[in-house]
């Protein structure tokens, strides 16, 4: 064992004036000699996956030293061997020449200049930088997660991330109008600067970081906008039968919801009356609910006025309804218009011939009468007082006469005495 243990150490010796010399002269020796074939200098992987080194030499040069060493200048591997306690790196020679170096699962702490050395004269070295790639993330605590802001103030939405390269931030707003789900807002940013922000910007916000290495990672951010309390009445006065039942209805908008009440005068209806009142609170919107108030068989000192009410932090509102007693209207009396009756007599008992005119006497019932001439071509009605006159215009049919003049002018005279008396 003594005698082994003599032998050993100076081979042990020899190695470490060989690194040694690798480790110091190889800056100074690099890129020289023509052992080792012209291979890319960047070799870039994303982390987690592999990464692999390529290193090939000449035939002529297999019997020499090959080492590699990583950027923190260990010696990795000699050949085949692996030197160094990482079992993630391991030498792989898919052909002759090849002596590739492979680091699996790798870290962004493996980054770096790694180099292929042959023992030639002089030194030959190769240089290969490792370029590792980080997927995007997203700092969870130096981000905004639920933001809660008042009305008509601004807002800041704050989304760090890193990676390698570094990535770029973009902004959404989930809405339910875009069918996608969402819309690009502001600009590009680890900042979203929300100014006057109103209720209606309020919801879930999106943030999406990207560096062009997969996957792209995502943040949603909650902005809760708060305001006093809104109140809007359907009517402001209602009416309602007796022994009836009715209901009364408020809309509130408030963030947040608070306290929502109806009152009778200054009184709060009790509620534990469960058979005369009951209270009905349902959701509309995000921030909208309807307040009802459900009055069973009203009686008279039900009527009055009643008021809705509703606070948070923020502030206070109320508005006020009249309830009143709806009584059906009785329509008025129908007035009656007495009618004088007229007899109407025939003075010439048939019709006037050759065109001549006919007379007619109109009787009413207090004796008094009145004769007037009608022409053959003309009909007397009486009726409800009022004698109406139908004109049969028929002077285009009569032979032209010096005649028709006359019958054309009695027959108008005629027409407007009886129509517009």
Sequence with gaps: MLLRAKTTLPICGIWLMYFSCVF???????????????????????????????????????????????????????????????????????FMGDYNLHIRSVKYEDRGDYMCTINTRPVTIKRIRLIVQVPSRILDYSSSNIVTVRERSDVELVCNATGVPPPTITWYRRTDENPQGRERVGNEGEVL????????????????????????????????????????????????????????????????????????????????????????VFEDSKYTVSLTLRIKNVRPEDFGIYTCEAANQLGHAKKDMELYEYIVPTPPPVTTVATTPY???????????????????????????????????????????????????????????????????????????FVTS
């Design 24 to 94: 110091f002269c190889g800056q100074a020796l690099s890129d020289m000699g023509e052992a080792i074939e012209d291979i890319p200098i960047n070799v870039t992987v994303a982390e987690g996956k592999t990464a692999i080194l390529p290193c090939r030499v000449d035939d002529t040069y297999d019997d020499q030293m090959i080492v590699w060493m990583n950027p923190k200048r260990i010696v990795v591997s000699h050949k085949e061997s692996r030197y160094i306690n990482d079992p993630r790196m391991s030498i792989e020679r898919p």
């Design 193 to 280: 600067v929300i100014r006057n922000i109103s209720r209606y910007c309020g919801g879930i916000y999106e943030c999406m970081a990207f560096n062009g290495v997969p996957p792209a990672v995502q943040r949603q951010i909650e902005v809760k906008v708060q305001f006093k309390p809104e109140i809007r009445l359907l009517n402001k006065r209602m009416g309602q039968y007796l022994d009836k039942e009715t209901m009364l209805e408020c809309i509130i908008t408030a963030s947040p919801q608070g306290s929502n009440v109806w009152r009778f005068g200054n009184v709060q209806p009790d509620m534990k009356e469960g058979w005369k009142y009951h209270l009905e």
């Design 343 to 417: 007899r109407v007599q025939d003075n010439d008992g048939g019709n006037g011939q050759d065109g001549r005119l006919e007379t007619v006497t109109l009787f009413s019932p207090n004796g008094e009468s009145a004769q007037i001439h009608k022409s053959s071509d003309t009909q007397i009605l009486g009726q409800f007082g009022t004698a109406n006159v139908r004109i049969s215009n028929t002077c285009s049919t009569i032979i032209a006469t010096k005649n028709l003049f006359i019958y054309c002018i009695l027959s108008y005279i005629l027409y407007v005495v």
